[in-house]
């Protein structure tokens, strides 16, 4: 597609709920990464992939979240009972693979986000 | 380890005047990426300018450019000529050779008429 599409843009869930927030990276992109932002800070880390592999997922907060990307296109990070502290904005972004330093095809395009609420 | 530190949480500017925005960066990577983006309060990131570390000149776009010292590990963003829509939050990044990206906590640019 055009752009990194996010899905849902907006979700309210009841503690204890289980979400799910899906990504549609650029066609061709190999790269994907997960951040979560909460408001006034910066994007934190969350996890990356390489087409379907998982190469680094560090920055999940703990065993409650989940993120995969089975074909190696779309991913879908996963929060299992959600706490009130899960709340943030979840951004995907995607980018070709690492290219060297001076290549400036390094650059990730990022999604709009998905704002999750948990009352 | 990466590393991204914004030390300016927040910082003033006269339209039409330039502005600073710093940052320094921490990494082993012998090769690496340094980025900034551009947040409005609409949310959605945009990316502004690219350095690579290999690099001999420093990076321009339009108004944008980015002050890159790699012995003082710096790679400050530089905008001209401030617009009241440069009135965001600004971040800098930078990726390495495993590919992770790592973002700093941002400053928020304010633009005064």
């Known amino acids: 597609g055009a752009g990194v599409s996010q899905s849902p843009r907006y979700k309210v869930a009841k503690r204890g709920q289980d979400v799910a927030l899906r990504c549609d990276p650029i066609s061709g992109h190999v790269s994907l990464f997960w951040y979560q932002q909460a408001l006034g800070q910066g994007p934190e880390f969350l996890t990356y992939f390489q087409n379907e592999a998982q190469l680094d997922k560090s920055g999940l907060p703990s065993d409650r979240f989940f993120a995969e990307r089975p074909e190696g296109s779309v991913s879908t990070l996963k929060i299992q009972r959600t706490q009130q502290e899960d709340s943030a904005v979840y951004l995907c972004a995607s980018s070709l693979r690492w290219q060297g330093a001076s290549s400036g095809a390094n650059v990730l395009t990022f999604g709009a986000g998905s704002r999750l609420t948990v009352l | 380890a990466q590393k991204i530190t914004q030390t300016q949480p927040g910082m003033f500017v006269q339209e039409k005047e330039a502005v600073t925005l710093d940052c320094t960066y921490d990494?082993?990577?012998?090769?690496?990426?340094l980025f900034w983006y551009k947040q409005p309060s609409s949310g959605e990131m945009i990316f502004l300018i690219y350095?690579?570390?290999?690099?001999?000149q420093n990076a321009t776009e339009g108004r944008y450019s980015l002050n890159f010292q790699k012995a003082r590990k710096s790679a400050n963003l530089v905008i001209s000529a401030s617009q009241l829509g440069d009135s965001a939050m600004y971040f800098c990044a930078m990726r390495g050779n495993a590919g992770k990206s790592t973002f700093g906590d941002g400053t928020t640019l304010t633009v005064k008429p």
């Open positions: 990494t082993s990577d012998p090769s690496y990426g």
């Open positions: 350095q690579g570390s290999y690099d001999q």
